[in-house]
């Protein structure tokens, strides 16, 4: 089993900056990709960034320039960066990774709980 735990939301002022983090525990041979994902009132579930395990990401344009995501394979954590935060960032931030149970098992995915972030304006 692996868990993933998030930290570091929180409420901040728009413009202002946050660091998520999404740390990774269990038993399990190797994490793969792991992204971070958001979802605000009353919108669907949208994908903020991921990175794969040798550190390509990818962006959803409304982030680009502003967040940055990382993650320090020692420490099985991802990070996302946020700076320049605006009201329309303010969501449920959950992150998610693509794991191996084994060597020579099949890829399975796991969530973390999520952590809140509100961008006042």
């Known amino acids: 089993q692996v868990q993933l735990v998030e930290s570091g939301g929180g409420l901040v002022q728009a413009g202002g900056s946050l660091r998520l983090s999404c740390a990774a525990s269990?038993?399990?041979?190797?994490?793969?990709?792991m992204r971070w994902y958001r979802q605000a009132p009353g919108k669907e579930r949208e994908l903020v960034a991921d990175?794969?395990?040798?550190?390509?990401?990818n962006y959803a344009d409304s982030v680009k320039g502003r967040f940055t995501i990382s993650r320090d394979n020692a420490k099985n954590t991802m990070y996302l960066q946020m700076n320049s935060l605006k009201p329309e960032d303010t969501a449920w931030y959950s992150c998610?990774?693509?794991?191996?149970?084994?060597?020579?098992?099949?890829?399975?995915?796991?969530w973390g709980q999520g952590t809140r972030v509100t961008v006042s304006s």
């Open positions: 998610n990774a693509d794991y191996y149970p084994g060597r020579t098992a099949r890829s399975l995915e796991v």
């Open positions: 269990g038993n399990f041979y190797s994490i793969d990709t």
């Open positions: 990175i794969t395990s040798g550190g390509a990401t």
